[in-house]
């Protein structure tokens, strides 16, 4: 599976962005999605997932009720919508995908996208 981000850029505090993650190469399904990001000088954080179906979603408590993750009609598209973002949300962001269920743990997807950077201005 080859995983790309788009959508990343530059916005103003309070602003908003949606991420792309775009799949190719083995998309017959049943991967769960994952976004992370990870802040200069800082380790890689989970911030979202979601199932094949797009029913469960999970989100850390830092994004909650500001950022959606869903999942297109074609299943090989998966989107984070970001709102009220805030400077520290400023990292670059990753999707990645793993062959089983959701996991909160970087080290359990097997698929990574290069990344995509998301700079939040004050």
């Known amino acids: 599976v080859q995983l790309e981000e788009s959508g990343g850029g530059l916005v103003q505090a309070g602003g908003s962005l949606r991420l792309s993650c775009a799949a190719s190469?083995?998309?017959?399904?049943?991967?769960?999605t994952g976004w992370f990001r990870q802040a200069p000088g800082k380790e890689r954080e989970f911030v979202a997932a979601?199932?094949?179906?797009?029913?469960?979603?999970y989100y850390t408590d830092s994004v909650k009720g500001r950022f959606t993750c869903s999942r297109g009609n074609a299943r090989n598209t998966v989107y984070l919508q970001m709102n009220s973002l805030k400077p520290e949300d400023t990292a670059v962001y990753y999707c990645?995908?793993?062959?089983?269920?959701?996991?909160?743990?970087?080290?359990?997807?097997?698929?990574w996208g290069q990344g995509t950077q998301v700079t939040v201005s004050s």
């Open positions: 190469g083995r998309t017959d399904g049943g991967y769960a």
């Open positions: 990645a995908a793993r062959f089983a269920g959701v996991s909160e743990k970087g080290n359990e997807y097997d698929y």
């Open positions: 979601i199932s094949w179906s797009g029913i469960s979603t």
